[in-house]
């Protein structure tokens, strides 16, 4: 269906099904982990947006929902300098938040989110991501709460994350293997 706009050899990496199976497993866990707490779930735009949605929609918790956006790779592969785009002004001390994001990678976004929201006094901070890239370029002893799977060290595209900016609308994360 999508061959018209991706890109010549582009590969799945990670079909629908398994998203949608880690995505309930880690669902499970935070209902058990969080019930009963006032929950702040932020997601962090753009890249988060698909994965929250769907996670949220099985979140049987008390809890309001913003986002936040950070942005460090634009239109590249390789990131750059962290850029906030937006804060949320939810009041989050009464809250202990979820900070809920499509990849860490380097681990720049999260650990500036997570000290962010400490900051602003939320009662505590975790974070849930889709993805966790595994390779020795990590930036921070900061590491996601939360992780649905690990993948290896490939620029991946689709379930909310681009290439160029363009195909975050994709429902399987896809790869472009490097020519031998
Ligand atoms: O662990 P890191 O190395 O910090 O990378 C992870 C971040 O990179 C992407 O965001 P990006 O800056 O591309 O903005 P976007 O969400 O608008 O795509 C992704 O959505 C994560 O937020
Ligand atoms: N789209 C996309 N954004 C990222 N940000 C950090 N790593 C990645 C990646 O592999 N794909």
């Given at each position: 269906m999508y061959s018209k706009i991706l890109p010549t050899n582009s590969q799945v990496l990670i079909n629908q099904k398994e998203i949608n199976s880690s995505i309930d497993k880690l669902a499970m866990q935070i209902n058990q982990d969080f019930a009963g707490k006032e929950v702040a779930f932020l997601t962090i735009m753009n890249g988060g947006m698909i994965f929250a949605s769907s996670l949220a929609t099985r979140l049987n918790l008390d809890m309001e929902m913003d986002y936040l956006q950070l942005s460090r790779y634009g239109k590249s592969q390789t990131g750059g300098q962290l850029v906030w785009k937006y804060q949320p002004e939810?009041?989050?001390?009464?809250h202990h938040v979820i900070l809920c994001d499509d990849i860490y990678d380097e681990g720049h976004t999260l650990a500036a989110a997570h000290a962010w929201c400490l900051k602003k006094g939320a009662k505590s901070a975790s974070s849930v991501v889709l993805i966790h890239k595994e390779h020795?370029?990590?930036?921070?002893d900061y590491k996601p709460d939360y992780v649905a799977m690990n993948i290896p060290d490939h620029y991946i595209f689709g379930y909310g994350m681009d290439l160029e900016e363009k195909?975050?609308?994709?429902p399987e994360i896809y790869y472009l293997p490097k020519a031998k």
């Open positions: 939810i009041n989050m001390e009464n020795d370029r990590t930036y921070a195909l975050r609308q994709l």
